[in-house]
């Protein structure tokens, strides 16, 4: 048992194929982390993230555990109201990880988790009002008003994803059509990719060439490499995503007023790639442009490990 | 002078046609109101403005004075950054009032008013968040979070009437395209009204014999006393601009997951008549719909009043 | 052998499960049917095609055999170029067919068939400029110029199906978004009523009654039914689907200009249930609605035959 | 009078400053020319049309005279049915202009006239199937289909600038949302500039220095101009109206299968920094495009005089 650090919690990330949990400190500094394997049964589930969090502590002092859930979390921030991947239906998810270790625990929506991070160890220090979206394979979102995480009347605030940005548009998982996340995400990105391959081959040629020769074949990472190489539909490709991600920071300016944004994900770790003409399209749409104070959209700062420390953070604060 | 009352604030509502003034008191009860034709240059609206104030606090005590602005109003509420119909760019309303009349000077946008009104004095009493949309020549809103008026980091969140519903959408005087603002405003149920009856006005004899019998006859005011009468057109522009109203706030409760909704301006006047209609796109739109707690969407109680008694109590409240 | 009918020729309409073959006299009677099982296999439904012809004109002397094909056919009415359903791709079908059965062969899009028998032998009868849509499954198109069928350049003309509705609509088969066929088809209805019906089940109580009482269990023939009872839902399912319908008509008329329009395919069949709505909305969106002659709206006369008449005919006149 | 030429005819362009005539043989070779301005009224615009005739022809002996007329022609090619800037209704032009003239006249209208010069005499030579747009000011097409101009059941085919493009989009001129006219012609290009001018005005630094620097000054020759010269805001401009021209060919191709297309009208005078854009995005669109023929994109040649060669020619063929 280690000593010295007061104020120690844990934060549990709940990845498709790893569940993470790491000791953390008032700092955010990350002092252990653990991992296994994401099983595929949620009471399993519920076993694993038990597991991880006494691995992560068996040489800490630890006050509390967070826990970063996909999906709708209630008001409690006690129950998992439905979570597409994991078929959790109004799961108590507090109450049976309680039950398994010996500390209170915090459930948060993970993308919740990731904005206060960003917020409180990241780049958005020294912001008090701040909206964060995560654009992985799917869009996630956050919102801090007055340096306070804003979750909503019921808890489910901030699913920025489901926003409709087409009528009649594309069909998504939650039964709607036209959500951001269908034209905003790494799934986005890739279909704009295999679609414009599939269209105009002769100007993928880079892009194709880092598969298998067939539109099917491109993966995700293949754009960004086939991009800072030079090709005319990995750089489109990006560009569309672009284009959609600021039009809707900048109605989201409209709506929260944020004093800045903060883009994070998988696909923010490309950087200017994807950052500049996410400003340009921002700044396009920024309804009174001229006559209003402009936010700042910046790059996340902390990668992967945003949700995890956000969420011991949160924790920390009962 | 009369006595007995504390804490008396005037509320001031810039119309387009008449500047109010109300004396009201702590219960939201206006004591006294006034008002004064709305003149056509910047400069002579402030003295308008001054004269309202005076006459209205003639026979009271009063602390301070709140004036709902249309357009973007500073993080300061001292100054307007943007006023489209009266040509304010970046004035200093605040010192400019306060130059006239010996009293302290808040300004609020007048949506905004209309919102803490309605959430303080009106249906909105017993709810902590609460999101406001005022449906009336145009559609601006307000947002209570956590029981305050959520003003965002410079002063200009809740500008509703300007996110972005249909890509490549209609024009609108922000410059922009697609504004929510074009597809559920009273403009926009004229517009309804107009096409349809221009292009099938066999259903449409009703409308059509209430004004002078052509599409350009038509008044807002025709439009809902055919519907009552059961025109066709009339009836389907309702529907249409319920389509559109509540559409939006599925999206409004993804983004700010408030306990209720409350639709207020002229075309809430009308009530079950949109109401309903509203309600039902609403939820049909509401993603997660069946996994999730459902905010209520009800009918503003305070009508023409709620900006006048919401931003007197703004002022009240320093 | 049956004599004393001269100009007989055999149609054939190959449907997902059963392909038909027709003797067809000059007047468009058929006088003898056969059909058989489709195989899963390319090379197997030309057998089965040689084979119901086979059947089909063991009675009678035949001089030609008209087939319609699903898919692109070429300009020599000879090669399929693509079929969706049956992976043939640049199948040459005419000369496949010739070499099992000693006729010469004739191969015309299914739709362009169709139509082509409603405006020989159908409701068609007495125009020379008609525009035909037939929505089933899918949604076809064919067009009748002058008298005679427009196949275009490369015989792939009248894909009205494809046209793009929706900018970054709905994903469709072809690989592009937004095609008419995803709002204008029997998939698009049942999509229309499994939506409403989840959002909002209190208004879907017929129709969820007639099938497991779940949105997934509607089946499209429980749509017409329920809306024929007066179901909410099911109404506004068709509803939707005729604003679609009825918009598309209006382009076509700016593009044709044809004397009349027939709709036909299954949903069709249901009257005046869905071709009333369509032509209200045909009238609606019809530019220059006042200022010009309208061409009718009408209802298919034929039903699933017009296909097989149709290219019998085109057989005939080689 | 000159002798030795059999065959002539004139061709009268109605612009909106001048009304041109001119004498033209049977090779499109055009004699004699004769402009007056374009007066306000009806009458007068049928006096000067029959100024301009006899001028053009006062050297000539000619058989004919055919009159290039925008908006509506209607079946007999006598009356204009709807002119929106002449404020033509029912207007009988042939009859009024005969009465002025001892010629045969016959009535086009006036994109396709162009379209019939272009497939006679220019580009289109050889084509016997060919869709036209001309991208002027607004958006027109024509359609020549197995060597004849397609004038539809009523006369009033081929309108293609009012096909909708976007539910729920721009107003247009005919009453009508969406337009394809309001997304591909010159008062799209401008106002894409100017939107893109005022959000972003440091990538329009060219293309402002060119007017008065603001957005308003923008005129369309300075896009081309700015464009040319990198003007980053003037290029995406030309890209955007690109985007749309090429997506609607796309789905003329599905209606009409054309074997070539023909792009004129002013814009098209910038050659490949237009065209270039616009196969691009065509060939992005063009559904099935991987196993079927593909219609050439060209560039128009006869410029202006498109409308008067090819009208000329359509009354010599009566």
Redesign the interface.
Known sequence: MTEGHMGLTIGVDIGGTKIAAGVVDEEGTILETSKVATPSTPDAVIDAIADAVRQASAEYQVDAVGIGAPG?VDDKRANV??TPNLSW??EPLKDKVEQRIDLPVVIENDANAAAWGEYKFGVGTG???VVCITIGTGLGGGTI??G?L???????????G??????????CG??????WEQ?ASGRALLRYAQ??A???PD?AGILLGLGDGTSEGIEGKHISQAARQGDPVAIDSFRELARWAG?GL???A??????AFIVGGGVSDEGELVLDPIR?SY???????????H?EVLAAQLGGKAGLVGVADLARQG
């Open positions: 709708y109201l439905f239906r109004h912001h008090d009002d008003i007055g306070k804003h979750r909503g009347r019921f808890g489910v605030a901030a699913e920025f489901h926003i409709r940005m087409v009528p009649d548009g594309l069909l939650c039964g709607n059509q036209g959500c034209y679609q414009r599939t269209a105009t100007s039009a900048a109605d989201l409209s709506l929260f007023d944020p004093g340009k700044r396009r749409w920024l309804v009174g442009s001229r006559w209003r104070p936010a």
